[in-house]
């Protein structure tokens, strides 16, 4: 394994040089290759056994009829219709409505930066049709993703929740937490004496992909000073920005109101006060900018995570969105492997096909770095190999895992290779959305006590935000990525 590390007192050091920022990368992608590669043939002989035994248990006439019961069960599921990413060939630029409606399919969103495309909702037979269609070159179903959960399911869910605490259960005043995470970055190790946080993230944006953000929350009142709001919604489809010209309200049949509490679950708004809460997190005068990319349920597809690139990217190039951001991302699922025929419903988990990345996502971490902006994403909390799971194998990527109190890996979260430090993220405070608030609580000042690598993320992309304030007005999100991780004490946790 990688060796792990946590983040320690805050300082802030000097420029990190282009040599250095390459030299780390290299690394960071050697080491990510070489875990992949190992894990690639433990996953293979695992699964060739496991084969030879399924094979030799079953009667020949079950080895034959298996894929029809496979074909049947899929047929039965029920999923007439399910989106699916839909990529143009080079060198063309079809209508894209006139396709979909020539094969009774309908358009989701309208990819133009991350990749030349569409998702669509569409039928098993649409989907074909469309795959045979000379301007397409690829289409794939949208993989599910997922954000959060309860430990009793945690399947793909980057949230860990503990039944028996009761701030989870109810949510809680601020007076009745221990927002110990924060003490625990601002000092080597635990303690009620930690020194406040010279630096606060001012100047600095942090973009945060997530279920929505309720901006009515006490922790997020402090806007006289900075910049909160929801920006766009990839679940149902807008935008609302009037400083860089966006406003598609009106077409969506949506007004101003509707975009002050956009968060539809806890988790997004949770994971925004991590990193930029005015009391509980990190960067605390950063702005913050939240676009929605899943749904009540906590879940979402990949389709929208494009749709969340494709508006950043679009922002980027227009020049709307500077080198001075972190982006967090807190949801995802293991790498998925296109199978054919009758089980083509199968997902498991390959170091190798993550190590590929789907198509759309590549090119857009690479292009984010190009242009200076960091991104921090959670690790993951299947106490698993991380490599294993999407967004992982990227060196441009700061992978977080999540830690406790006493210093030690959580039992939830995922390791290796692929994570690049750790962060507190058991038992850690937040705030808690006005739609979850349960009684007689205030809607706009209520708490909540969670544990995940979701939350850990976030606070490392306020940590980022910090550094990009200490190190002055022409840093940007990767020099400050790239001096925390020179600055991060090694050996720490165990």
């Known amino acids: 394994k990688k060796k792990k590390t946590c983040f320690t007192t805050f300082r802030a050091f000097g420029w990190t040089s282009a040599a250095r920022k390459a030299r780390t990368q ?62 143009w060939c080079p060198g063309t630029d079809p209508d894209a409505d006139a396709v979909a409606e020539a094969v009774g399919a309908t358009i989701v969103h309208r990819y133009r930066h991350v990749l030349k495309g569409v998702s ?66 601002n000092a080597p190790t635990l303690t009620d004496d930690a020194p406040a946080a010279k630096y606060a993230g001012r100047g600095a944006t942090i973009v945060v992909l997530d279920g929505g953000l309720d901006t009515r929350h006490d922790e997020f009142a402090n806007t006289d000073e900075r910049v909160v709001a929801n920006i766009a919604d990839c679940v149902d489809p807008w935008r609302y920005y009037p400083a860089w010209g966006w406003d598609t309200l009106a077409e969506a049949g949506k007004t101003v109101e509707d975009t002050v509490n956009n968060g539809f679950n806890y988790h997004g708004t949770f994971t925004s006060a991590n990193a930029a809460g005015a009391r509980v997190g990190a960067a605390p005068l950063a702005d913050l900018l939240h676009i929605r990319t899943t749904d009540e349920d906590g879940g979402g597809t990949d389709a929208e995570k494009l749709c969340a690139y494709d508006l950043i990217e679009e922002a980027v190039a227009a020049g709307l969105l500077t080198g001075r951001t972190v ?78 109190k006493n210093d030690a890996m959580a039992s939830f979260s995922n390791y290796g290779a692929c994570v690049d430090v750790f962060a507190p993220g058991d038992f850690v405070a937040s705030a808690l959305n006005s739609r979850d608030v349960k009684g007689d609580a205030p809607p706009t000042s209520t708490y909540k006590v969670e544990s995940g690598t979701s939350y850990a993320a976030p606070l490392t992309a306020g940590i980022v935000a910090r550094y990009m304030e200490a190190l002055g007005d022409t840093a940007d999100g990767v020099q400050a990525m790239n001096a925390m991780l020179h600055t991060v004490a090694p050996d720490v946790i165990s």
């Open 26 to 87: 290299r690394t960071r992608a050697a080491a990510r290759e070489t875990a992949r590669k190992e894990a690639r043939a433990i996953l293979d002989k695992s699964r060739n056994a496991a084969r030879r035994r399924a094979v030799a248990r079953r009667p020949k006439t079950m080895r034959v009829s298996v894929f029809v019961a496979l074909a049947s069960c899929a047929a039965a599921s029920g999923r007439a219709e399910e989106k699916h990413i839909v990529e």
């Open 120 to 185: 669509v909702r569409a039928s098993k037979e649409a989907a074909a049709a469309l795959a045979a269609r000379d301007e397409v070159c690829d289409v794939r179903r949208a993989q599910r993703l997922q954000g959060h959960g309860s430990s009793s399911s945690k399947s793909n869910d980057y949230s860990y929740s503990y039944s028996y605490d009761p701030c989870q259960n109810e949510g809680c005043p601020f007076e009745d937490l221990d927002v110990w995470n924060l003490r625990r970055i």
């Open 327 to 404: 982006i967090n991302e807190s949801f995802g699922g293991p790498c998925s492997q296109k199978v054919a025929g009758p089980v083509a419903d199968a997902m498991y988990q390959d170091p190798v096909v993550c190590g590929a990345k789907p198509k759309g996502e590549a090119d857009f971490f690479e292009y984010l770095n190009d242009n200076g902006i960091a991104v921090t994403v959670a690790a993951g909390n299947d106490n698993e190999n991380a490599c294993f799971y999407r967004l992982m194998g990227s060196p441009f990527n700061v992978v977080v895992g999540a830690s406790d």
